[in-house]
């Protein structure tokens, strides 16, 4: 089975034999970001070389990374990320130790507080040493590293025929250089420097001896990126103070939301921070990257996705997400890349692999639903902005997009926007569920190409919908005219061929014989979020979508629990992604059935309390049991843009907001807020060139809502209904 079937992780590689380490509890992953370098290590702050590391530009340039003290890993007190996800923090002790005069130091006496950060492509490390003993320690400490530059893909199971020249690693006084030389002729480096001299230094370790006298503190300071430095607290000070001050800034954009509840607070503040780690700001504006580890660069599907989630607080996050798709935007048809003329990018990657094409996601265009949810986003972002500007310089770029879709659906057998990959090396499913076992026939059978998935058809709808009504605000009539038929003609389409009657759903697919794919997904929620059944249809979906056959308390599965491949383990087929049951409740929210979001809103929050206020790319489908937690999915990535930015969703879907940038107006509809919060403050709310406070307040029952100008402009109209 090929990686390149699917995007995820082979659960065996993450659970590897650890024989080769010493044994220790297994620890959760912590994750740090800048740009397109990040670090995923566990909580004793060490890389075991499995699937963490230091990654640069999709390269593993530190694969091990080990604190031993006395040849003993220390014992774990407790590790935490700061809240605005610019620190991680250890917090580790000693086992006991051999002293030269033959005395024991006890366990537990030496205090290491392991501190980092990741700023401009480098790591910055703090040792900080104290000695809570009764006599002087002279503390044998040794940090053992390697760098195996292996690609992404790579540390995902990719095998490769050849590779390029690894270097033996160059030791000088107080760093080490290691070095490889990739058949794509680019030299990667990775130094460590260390702030004191080692008392010895080689290849792959440093010792040192280092004498902490009774309630002394000392201080090591450590370094790793391309070249090498000299550490010290200046730098260290320096580049913490200039990542926070950028995360600061990232995360003052947008409206913030506060609310009567302290945990809730804590989610939405996480949420935030973690959409704030994962943006990375390009050329073209602020763009989030995907999640972290395995998928952290500009994809498509994901950046639009978590845009649209972020769009009624943020505006600014789509802006950058539209100008640099459009940039990306497919010229020419590649079989290789999957691209045709006016398609929009899936994927991007910077790897040595994909520049020399051993793969073709370099910059890769299998995604079937990118470019109808371009369209959708771009429509989305005008009419909650208003910015006409913007959207006259994205117009050439939306106009290809469309065109695209136009040659798509008449060129398909059954008149859909449908998929087959145009090389092998592509992904052989091209919607959100990518993996190579996620579209199926009722009876198991695989489906023949090319293949119209349901919710797919739903974004070209509503991509048509909408972008007849910009096209009519341009004076552009017979383009809207044109494209509201399509529109139409597809919601007929889908209704009539999609539709399953005996079973009161919608089929997940449509394959190359015109044959649907009689299984029950969550894709058909997809439909309510873009308003394309009739109402009748709508609430037989919404109906099943909340019974114990796809809700299990925690969440919705991707899988009904009666289908063939179902299996609440595995990637697509049963599993629960928080933007997945995001979609599904805000398209439920949309037919009028905003109580039965609020439960799906509380479901999500206490799962997200489970996982410590960060909700997992997915996790396992297993029932809710009492007393019992959500199970993770052991290679998921976290934090993942799009499951957090599940949060805003569901909360806008709860609310009922509704911002027209045309009018300059704030519409509120049939609120209602989450489970145990009795008012909620939407705070520096922008709409147009104003910003406002918007309150809900509960009173028994009811939910009202208030505006509040900050700047003494009009208050736009609120609409209750």
């Known amino acids: 089975m090929s990686l390149l079937d699917e995007r995820k992780l082979d659960p065996a590689i993450a659970l590897a034999s650890m024989d080769d380490i010493a044994p220790r509890e297994p620890a959760r992953q912590y994750a740090l970001k800048h740009g397109d370098c990040f670090i995923v290590a566990d909580a004793y702050g060490d890389i075991q070389g499995r699937g963490d590391g230091l990654f640069l530009d999709d390269t593993r340039i530190l694969s091990d990374y080990r604190l031993t003290i006395g040849d003993r890993p220390p014992s774990l007190l407790g590790a935490s990320l700061s809240q605005d996800n610019v620190l991680f923090r250890t917090n580790l002790t000693n086992l006991p130790l051999p002293s030269a005069e033959g005395r024991k130091t006890r366990q537990g006496v030496i205090h290491i507080e392991r501190t980092r950060l990741i700023w401009n492509d480098r790591m910055y490390e703090r040792l900080a040493l104290s000695n809570y003993g009764e006599h002087e320690v002279l503390l044998p400490l040794k940090l053992h590293f390697e760098a195996d530059f292996r690609d992404m893909f790579e540390v995902r199971g990719s095998k490769r025929s050849q590779r390029g020249r690894a270097f033996e690693a160059q030791a000088g006084k107080d760093c080490v250089t290691m070095r490889y030389h990739g058949l794509d002729d680019v030299v990667r480096e990775s130094t460590i420097s260390f702030s004191r001299s080692p008392s010895r230094l080689a290849a792959n370790e440093a010792e040192f001896q280092i004498c902490l006298q009774r309630r002394e503190r000392e201080t090591l300071f450590i370094e790793i990126g391309k070249t090498p430095e000299v550490p010290n607290r200046m730098r260290f000070r320096a580049a913490a103070a200039r990542a926070r001050f950028g995360m600061r800034t990232k995360r003052r954009h947008g409206a913030t939301i506060h609310s009567s509840g302290r945990v809730f607070n804590d989610w939405i503040s996480r949420a935030r921070a973690d959409i704030a780690l994962l943006t990375t700001d390009l050329a073209t504006g602020p763009y989030p990257y995907a999640g972290i580890p395995w998928f952290s660069t500009a994809f498509g599907r994901d950046g639009v996705i978590s845009a649209l989630q972020m769009l009624w607080v943020d505006p600014r996050l789509a802006r950058g997400v539209l100008a640099f798709l459009a940039q990306h935007q497919a010229t020419e048809t590649v079989p290789f890349s999957d691209s045709e003329p006016g398609k929009i990018m899936h994927e991007t990657r910077k790897g040595e692999m994909a520049t020399l094409r051993e793969l073709p996601f370099g910059r890769y265009y ?84 090319p293949i119209a998935l349901v919710e797919v058809q739903g974004y070209a709808f509503a991509a048509y919908t909408r972008l007849s009504m910009l096209a009519r605000r341009r004076g552009e009539l017979q383009r809207a005219d044109a494209w509201q038929a399509r529109a139409e003609k597809m919601r007929e389409a889908v209704e009539d061929k999609f539709w399953m009657e005996d079973r009161k759903f919608y089929a997940m697919a449509i394959d190359g014989d015109g044959l649907p794919c009689r299984v029950r997904t969550s894709n058909a929620g997809h439909l309510l979020f873009v308003g394309l059944p009739s109402p009748e249809r709508a609430q037989h979906v919404a109906d099943q979508l909340l019974s114990a056959q796809f809700h299990t308390g925690w969440g919705v599965r991707t899988l009904a629990e009666d289908e063939i491949f179902f299996n609440p383990m595995s990637y697509h087929n049963g599993s629960i992604w928080p933007h997945d049951s995001a979609i599904c409740a805000a398209g439920l929210a949309r037919y009028g059935n ?65 911002i027209d940038g045309w009018r300059g107006e704030v519409q509120v509809e049939q609120s209602y807020l989450p489970i145990g919060i009795d008012n909620l403050t939407v705070r520096h709310l922008g709409v147009g060139d104003a910003v406002y406070d918007l309150t809900f307040q509960r009173f028994g029952d009811r939910v009202i809502a208030d505006l509040q100008t900050r700047d003494q402009s009009p208050a736009p109209v609120i609409v209750h209904a």
């Not at 771009?378 to 695209?404: H, N, V």
């Not at 309390?609 to 290679?635: Q, S, T």
């Not at 930015?645 to 709860?654: E, K, N």
Request: aromatic residues 12%; contains cysteine; glycine residues 8%.
């Open 594 to 658: 905003r109580d039965h979001v609020v439960r799906l809103m509380s479901n999500t929050f206490e799962a997200a309390v489970h996982f410590d206020m960060r909700l997992p790319e997915l996790f396992c489908g297993f029932p809710r049991a009492v007393g019992e937690a959500p199970i993770a999915y052991p290679v998921a990535c976290l934090p993942q843009a799009w499951s957090s930015g599940a949060v805003f969703m569901l909360l806008q879907s709860c609310l009922g907001v509704q």
């Open 366 to 449: 299998g995604g079937v639903d990118t470019t109808p949810l371009y369209i959708y986003l771009a429509c989305a972002y005008a009419d909650r902005t208003g910015d006409m500007e913007f959207i006259d310089m994205l117009w050439p770029s939306i106009k290809a997009a469309a065109q695209w879709m136009d040659r798509a659906i008449d060129r398909d057998p059954n008149g859909f926007v449908s998929y087959r990959r145009a090389a092998d090396t592509g992904l052989a499913n091209q919607g959100w569920k990518d993996s190579f076992d996620s579209v199926f026939h009722i009876d198991g059978r695989v489906p023949k190409g």
